[in-house]
Antibody, heavy 119, light 106 residues
Framework: EVQLVESGGGLVTPGGSLRLSCAAS????????MHWVRQAPGKGLEWVSS????????SYTHSVKGRFTISRDNAKNSVYLQIDSLRAEDTSVYYC????????????WGQGTLVTVSS | DIQMTQSPSSLSASVGDRVTITCRAS??????LNWYQQKPGKAPKLLIY???SLQSGVPSRFSGSGSGTDFTLTISSLRPEDFASYYC?????????FGQGTKLEI
């Protein structure tokens, strides 16, 4: 069974940092591009970042460039999102999602982890 | 960035109704268009990919069409479990943008 389990969310003050993790199981993790998508409370979905299978290609949405860093460890079947210089507008549920090779959609998502930025 | 505009933003319907949600891209995206369903407190679920391909396990009452800039998601006969929010997403270019969502209510 495919599973994606996020962790690492919590309450952080503005300017602080967190490292989100997404543990994958039930599939060949190293064969899939991985993504982070977020959703602010009561709002829609926003794509945040992606990383290719070998970490050769990473991408970010404009609002997080220079503050967020995506990485992965294929030996640990995990993808990470280091989020620095947090702002109130980063408050969201953060989901990881997988992207099947050769396709361009997200077929499995984790349950999400909530990041709250507040003083 | 490619902007995705969904309409309507909300929709009231009844069980058994046929409903259509539209999604328009600000530039051509071929058929790089996906549809997701999301229920409160849950992760999104893939319904349709590549504009018209039904994801495995998704009921056949869901269908998608379109190419270029204009796309539709149709639910042929609403069931109680279909009342949820729906999002389109373009995967033609980075950033992969989503529409603002359509909330389907009873």
């Amino acid at each position: 069974e495919v599973q994606l389990v996020e962790s690492g969310g919590g309450l952080v003050t503005p300017g602080g940092s967190l490292r989100l993790s997404c543990a994958a199981s039930g599939f060949t993790f190293s064969s899939y591009n991985m993504h982070w998508v977020r959703q602010a409370p009561g709002k829609g979905l926003e794509w945040v970042s992606s990383i290719s299978t070998t970490s050769s290609y990473v991408s970010y949405t404009h609002s997080v460039k220079g503050r967020f860093t995506i990485s992965r460890d294929n030996a640990k079947n995990s993808v990470y999102l280091q989020i620095d210089s947090l702002r109130a507008e980063d408050t969201s549920v953060y989901y990881c999602a997988r992207d099947p090779p050769g396709y361009y959609y997200f077929d499995y998502w984790g349950q999400g982890t909530l990041v709250t930025v507040s003083s | 960035d490619i902007q995705m505009t969904q309409s309507p933003s909300s929709l009231s319907a009844s069980v058994g109704d046929r409903v259509t949600i539209t999604c328009r891209a600000s530039q051509t995206i071929s058929t790089y268009l996906n549809w997701y369903q999301q229920k409160p407190g849950k992760a999104p679920k893939l319904l349709i990919y590549a504009a018209s391909s039904l994801q495995s396990g998704v009921p056949s009452r869901f269908s998608g069409s379109g190419s270029g800039t204009d796309f539709t998601l149709t639910i042929s006969s609403l069931r109680p479990e279909d009342f949820a929010s729906y999002y389109c997403q373009q995967s033609y270019s980075i950033p992969n943008t989503f529409g603002q969502g359509t909330k389907l209510e009873i």
